[in-house]
């Protein structure tokens, strides 16, 4: 069964310090994977997507890995501010697939305190 | 500004009664797709269409209609065969060469459906 698994569940740290969130898929043969922030009440907004032969990709402050040996992911948030409180969604799609089977992670809920 | 439009914000329903959610979007997207978020889970796939008149069900159809009559259009109706409705609705849209037209890439900022 296609899943993508999202940890830890929730994170709080301090302004200005780094982070990391991670994501582990299963779905094979693999497309792309998206990572999403989303804030309370809101829909998300797309950070960054990467297919298999992309390593790494950066988008301000953000900073996606991939490694599609281990079916890994892992988000990367430098210098963090309170803007970055927000849930952060793990997005993989397999190749040829339908938008019925692109699997959304759970996401992790980012707190960042003053 | 291009985007999409989800309304309204809050929406009640009682019971034994169809509502209707609203996404525009103006994005010249041919894609548009509908899901339902609840606590703790990933976005579940309600129902998505591809081209004008054309669409499909997702994991989660039963209880739920659609329609498709204008390529900036993507209503969903949550009907009294819905148990459990209460949950926030997101809307989304793709256009080609992003990334796979299947896949959403904008989404609105969601309706959230509560029983009364």
């Known amino acids: 069964k296609n899943q993508v698994e999202q940890s830890p569940q929730s994170l709080i740290i301090l302004e200005g310090k780094n982070c990391t969130l991670q994501?582990?898929?299963?779905?094979?043969?693999?497309?792309?994977l998206r990572w999403y922030k989303q804030d309370t009440g809101r829909g998300p907004v797309s950070l960054t997507i990467?297919?298999?032969?992309?390593n790494t990709k950066s988008n301000g402050r953000y900073t996606a890995t991939l490694d599609a040996d281990t079916k890994q992911s892992s988000l990367h948030i430098t210098a963090s501010q309170l803007s970055d409180s927000a849930s952060y969604i793990c997005?993989?799609?397999?190749?040829?697939?339908?938008?019925?089977?692109?699997?959304f992670g759970s996401g992790t809920r980012l707190s960042i305190r003053p | 500004d291009g985007g999409i439009t989800q309304s309204p914000k809050y929406l009640f329903r009682k019971e034994g009664q169809n509502v209707t959610l609203s996404c525009e979007q103006n994005?010249?997207?041919?894609?548009m797709y509908w899901y339902r978020q609840d606590p703790g889970q990933g976005l579940r796939l309600i129902y998505y269409?591809?081209?004008?008149?054309?669409?499909q069900k997702g994991d989660i159809a039963e209880g739920y209609s659609v329609s498709r009559e204008k390529k900036e259009s993507f209503p969903l109706t949550v009907t009294s065969a819905q148990k459990n409705p209460t949950a926030f609705y997101l809307c989304?849209?793709?256009?080609?060469?992003?990334?796979?037209?299947?896949?959403?890439?904008?989404f609105g900022d969601g309706t959230r459906l509560s029983i009364l």
């Open positions: 997005v993989v799609s397999g190749l040829y697939s339908s938008a019925s089977k692109i699997i």
């Open positions: 989304a849209s793709s256009g080609r060469g992003q990334g796979g037209s299947n896949q959403p890439q904008h």
């Open positions: 990467m297919t298999f032969s992309e």
């Open positions: 269409s591809q081209i004008v008149n054309d669409f």
């Open positions: 994501c582990n898929y299963t779905v094979s043969p693999f497309s792309n």
């Open positions: 994005l010249n997207h041919d894609a």
